[in-house]
């Protein structure tokens, strides 16, 4: 997508997994969206004893997006120390299709700069949307 800054996206969700709380899987992960209008709105993952309550960075950016009241997904970056790129998880793609478009823009990059680039109807070809119910 033209125009996204991306570089500014990944250093907040650089600065985001650096605030991670992981101390089951030490799997840290940040995350940042741009929304409509330009905002950008990070996150990182917070674990609990009972995994279930874990929520990830993807979901904590989104909510926080939300909760600032924009509506609309328009790229998605995520931080990861793994040696390869990190795709969000099933709910994770399930909330971006939401408040996504199926073209939405999703990159993963490890702290030795590996990326991945993938847009969501490719992670998620069949989301679960309105028009399911």
Known sequence: MPG??????????????ALAYAPYS?????????????????GCNVENASYGLSVCAERNAIARMVAEGRRRLLAVAIVVDTERPTPPCGMCRQVMAELGAPALPVRSRTLAGREARWKLAKLLPHAFTKRSM
Not at 4 to 17: G, I
Not at 31 to 39: D, H, K, R, T
């Open 4 to 17: 996204v800054p991306w570089e500014k996206l990944f250093e907040a969700a650089q600065a985001a997994r």
């Open 26 to 42: 030490e799997f840290r992960v940040g995350a940042a969206v741009l929304s409509e209008g330009g905002g950008v709105f990070a």
